[in-house]
């Protein structure tokens, strides 16, 4: 069950979102992806109404942070959009072929500015963690589309 069920203790959540490739396949640690994903959620706030703050690409996954506008399409709505644009974008130049995505995804409400930066720690790291770089400010397929601040 996602969290659009619980009332928020905001009208504009920070919410730490993860998501994964379809068959766990190796797709997104890439500059092509990375420019596809990042211009996608670089449109998404004045399309859909939800900023994106940092994320991080994983071979197989991404880790990301959002907040929407009082205008934002329900989160389960726009996580479906952004995930079918970006498949045919990924498709289309050749980085992927068949089902991208997975269609579930874990959803968080960030509670506390603390929370905030402690889960960013550990999102940062994971490339590190699994081998990909030494240092985690050496893995290329991170950034930054909005700066996000925890707030109630």
């Not at 396949?25 to 004045?46: C, E, F, G, H, Y």
């Not at 720690?121 to 996000?148: F, S």
Request: charged share 20%.
């Amino acid at each position: 069950m996602h969290l659009p069920h619980f009332k928020p203790f905001s009208k504009q959540p920070l919410l730490f979102l993860t998501t994964c490739v379809a068959g766990r396949r190796p797709l997104l640690a890439n500059d092509v992806a990375q420019k596809i994903m990042s211009t996608i959620w670089a449109q998404s706030a004045a399309m859909d109404g939800w900023n994106v703050g940092r994320y991080v690409l994983m071979p197989d996954h991404v880790h990301f942070f959002a907040v929407p506008t009082l205008q934002g399409k329900p989160l389960a709505e726009w996580m479906k959009l952004w995930k079918s644009v970006s498949a045919r974008r990924l498709v289309a130049v050749g980085v992927a072929s068949g089902p991208v995505w997975q269609a579930s995804y874990f959803d968080h409400f960030v509670r506390s500015a603390d929370a905030y930066v402690e889960k960013w720690e550990y999102v940062r790291r994971n490339p590190a963690r699994q081998g990909l770089c030494l240092n985690p400010d050496d893995w290329p397929y991170q950034g930054i589309i909005h700066h996000l601040e925890f707030r109630i």
